[in-house]
Every structure is written in structure tokens, then in C-alpha cells.
């Protein structure tokens, strides 16, 4: 059974760093496609980052420069280091997966969706 597990939110204030960490189970990670996404409160969930089977990585424009997306396959675990983070990063982050190889770019648009999700971390980014 395919289960993702994050953790590592918290509050900051703005400028601060925090790295998120996606665990999984049931799954392999080198064989499938990860993403971060987030929400906040009164708006729909936007794709952040993510990285696909063959290591090919997509970022939203809102993040790039500031966050940075990575996966230990020895571990199963795929992590997202905020750096510079900003009021508006403020949102419930998810962890994703999808078997095999996605187009990353699509995922991280909105315009396909991956099938298996955690149930988020909060990060919360105060001026």
C-alpha cells in the first residue's frame, strides 16, 4: 500500500528557511514520479515542485531560486528545502506520488494529477 507521510513545517518568520521531508512506503521511490503542492486557506491547490522517474525537475515560478527539491532513494524519501521564504509561501503542503515516468511539467501545472497523496504539513511564514 502506497503511503506518504510528511513532516518538518512549522512557523517562521520571513526570510527563513525550513525543509520538508515526504517519507514513503509501499513504493520505490527511483521508480516514480514525486511532487509537492500546497494550498492555503480560500485558494486552490498549486503544484510547487516536483521530479519525475528519469530525475527531470519542474518548478513553479513562484519558487524557483528559492526552494530546492531533492530525494534520497536509499531512504524513500523526498525532501523540499525552503529557503527566503515569503508570507505568500504560507499554505498546507502535500507530498505526492505517481508510478513511473510523468510529464513533471504537466503535474506541477495542475493539468494532470497524481494519484497518491499525504495528508500535509502546515508551514505558516510571518512578516
Known amino acids: 500500500q502506497v503511503q506518504l507521510v510528511e513532516s518538518g513545517g512549522g512557523s517562521v518568520q520571513a526570510g527563513g528557511s525550513l525543509r520538508l521531508s515526504c517519507a514513503t512506503l509501499g513504493f520505490t521511490v527511483s521508480r516514480f514520479s514525486l511532487g509537492w503542492f500546497r494550498q492555503a486557506p480560500g485558494k486552490e491547490r498549486e503544484g510547487v515542485a516536483g521530479?519525475?522517474?528519469?530525475?527531470?525537475?519542474a518548478y513553479a515560478d513562484s519558487v524557483k531560486g528559492r526552494f530546492t527539491l531533492s530525494k534520497d532513494n536509499a531512504k524513500n524519501t523526498l525532501y523540499l528545502q525552503m529557503d527566503r521564504l515569503e508570507p505568500e509561501d504560507t499554505a498546507m503542503y502535500f507530498c505526492?506520488?505517481?508510478?513511473?515516468?510523468?510529464?513533471?511539467?504537466?503535474?506541477?501545472?495542475?493539468?494532470?494529477?497524481?494519484?497518491?497523496w499525504g495528508k500535509g504539513t502546515q508551514v505558516t511564514v510571518s512578516s
Open positions: 521530479i519525475n522517474s528519469n530525475g527531470m525537475t
Open positions: 505526492a506520488a505517481a508510478p513511473t515516468d510523468w510529464n513533471i511539467d504537466l503535474v506541477i501545472s495542475g493539468r494532470l494529477r497524481m494519484p497518491y
